[in-house]
């Protein structure tokens, strides 16, 4: 598993989503505050909120790798959450609860999972989302939590593996740049005009560093909905994929392409030229 938004970079082509590594890319920065293979926590999971004195458990491998990272910035939760969500998809997993602060139980919930110390790891009592996913697999399945959290200046997000083995995912930290001058207009995924020629000068990086691989971001500007936006943005990144591999050559399995709507604007939208900021496509590279 490697974090790239990284839990293994290579799942791109996994041959079958029951045995793909799990990937999530995270975003440029972030920093491991604390990463050690657990030998005193309970060998259990929470699969609901908690109700009535207790959350009900599954009970998992006993081989607990647990990390935290931290991500500087205004980066928020949703965000990353669905990166996560995404990737557990796409890697064969199945995510058996999924809940809020609130939800999850609050205080009661926050004080009966375990959680790393402060001040490697920050918890908002009422800002915090936790997940518990399970492999898809009859036999020894690997089971994961994630535990994402905000402070004044950061995104803390914990995640323990639960894993049949010894063997803990790998983690890569990743750098991105923005296609500058790559325009489209409000509810598009036409590509506009393009004056920096970003498009030619990442074919150029990659046809260069033939170890890099790819990850196409598309954003959107908060005209209309959530659901309307991801769609288009995603349809954006994939547009400039299309493009790389028709018209540079680039090998359709470097490249991959997501969307993420209006959840991380660089600008204000209350502008026209602020909401044309926001409609772009980031690249995410990886090794």
Request: glycine share 6%.
């Amino acid at each position: 598993m490697k974090l790239c938004l990284a839990l293994s970079c290579v799942a791109l082509t996994a041959p079958s989503l029951a045995t793909a590594e799990f990937m999530l890319r995270l975003p440029v920065g972030a920093k491991t505050t604390y990463s050690r293979v657990e030998t005193t926590i309970p060998y259990t999971v929470p699969v609901g909120p908690f109700i009535n004195g207790a959350f009900p458990t599954a009970t998992t491998p006993k081989s607990i790798h647990r990390t935290v990272w931290v991500i500087n910035g205004d980066k928020p939760i949703p965000e990353v959450q669905a990166g996560i969500t995404e990737q557990l998809k796409r890697s064969g997993y199945e995510k058996i609860l999924s809940c809020v602060s609130r939800e999850c139980g609050g205080y009661d919930f926050r004080f009966a999972i375990d959680v790393v110390d402060e001040p490697m790891m920050r918890v908002d009592l009422r800002n915090y989302h936790f997940i518990t996913a399970k492999q898809a697999v009859a036999d020894r399945p690997t089971y994961l939590t994630f535990l994402l959290s905000k402070s004044p200046l950061s995104l803390y997000l914990q995640i323990t593996e639960y894993r049949p083995t010894n063997n803990p995912s790998k983690t890569l930290a990743e750098f991105s740049t923005v296609l500058e001058g790559l325009t489209f207009e409000a509810g598009s995924v036409v590509i506009g005009a393009d004056p920096n020629n970003a498009l030619a000068a990442l074919a150029r990086k990659l046809k260069t560093e033939k170890n890099l691989r790819v990850l196409l971001v598309g954003h959107s500007d908060m005209s209309g909905s959530l659901e309307g936006n991801t769609t288009i943005s995603q349809s954006r990144a994939e547009t400039v994929r299309s493009v790389l591999i028709n018209d540079h050559g680039i090998a359709p399995e470097r490249l991959e392409a997501h969307g993420v709507g209006y959840l991380s604007p660089r600008a204000t939208n209350e502008t026209k030229e602020g909401a044309q900021k926001n409609r772009r496509v980031e690249a995410v590279f990886s090794k």
